[in-house]
């Protein structure tokens, strides 16, 4: 029985992200990928014209992944309490996470983020984050404030999840309400 197109191509994005979760996206194989489901080679190239479509297609996937775990309890509290369960969560995300993490972040062959036109279906948890940025800002450019945290928590996450630095939860709490008071009070 001929397998249907949506589900061969999700099944080659779904293979795509276990092999990232296994050993990253510098380890991605193709191949491998195309075994796993039981197609030739070839088979990927009828709905990823170019392997770079693929790639955008297992980061995109990676991405909504990670915009739900990053918004997991975000929406709870106030938006500051909400933007800092974000911001632990994302710290978590890099530690739980190490191989998808890099890749989205460190690796990364997505897009770049075009702060001029920011595309908010793009990137679904920047988008979030942001909301929730320039519901608390006042004055202040709430895209330079956003980018500002956004970046400190990348920072924070990679020192963390390279176990440079030894972190529990309650400080990485602590630490980016401390970093939010220099923005927000």
Not at 10 to 23: E, F, H, M, T, V
Not at 88 to 115: D, G, Q, R, W
Not at 135 to 160: A, K, P
Request: with cysteine; hydrophobic share 40%; glycine share 4%.
């Amino acid at each position: 029985m001929p397998r249907k197109k949506s589900n061969l191509k999700s099944s080659l994005i779904d293979a795509g992200i276990i092999q990232i979760k296994k050993r990253g996206i510098n380890e991605l194989s193709l191949r491998e990928i195309t075994n796993k489901c039981n197609v030739s080679h070839s088979s990927l190239y009828k709905y990823f014209p170019h392997k770079k479509d693929y790639l955008n297609a297992v980061m995109n996937k990676l991405e909504i992944n990670f915009n739900e775990f990053l918004t997991k309890g975000a929406n709870t509290g106030t938006a500051q309490e909400n933007l800092v369960k974000m911001g632990v969560n994302f710290v978590n995300y890099a530690k739980e996470h190490t191989n998808e993490f890099n890749s989205l972040f460190l690796n990364c062959t997505m897009t770049p983020v075009k702060i001029n036109n920011f595309d908010i279906n793009q990137y679904p948890a920047l988008s979030t984050f942001m909301t929730l940025v320039c519901e608390l800002s006042s004055e202040r450019d709430y895209l330079e404030v956003g980018i500002h945290l956004w970046s400190y928590i990348v920072g924070l996450s990679v020192i963390i999840s390279n176990n440079d630095l030894e972190a529990d939860e309650a400080w990485i709490k602590n630490n980016i309400k401390q970093m939010m008071i220099r923005y927000f009070d």
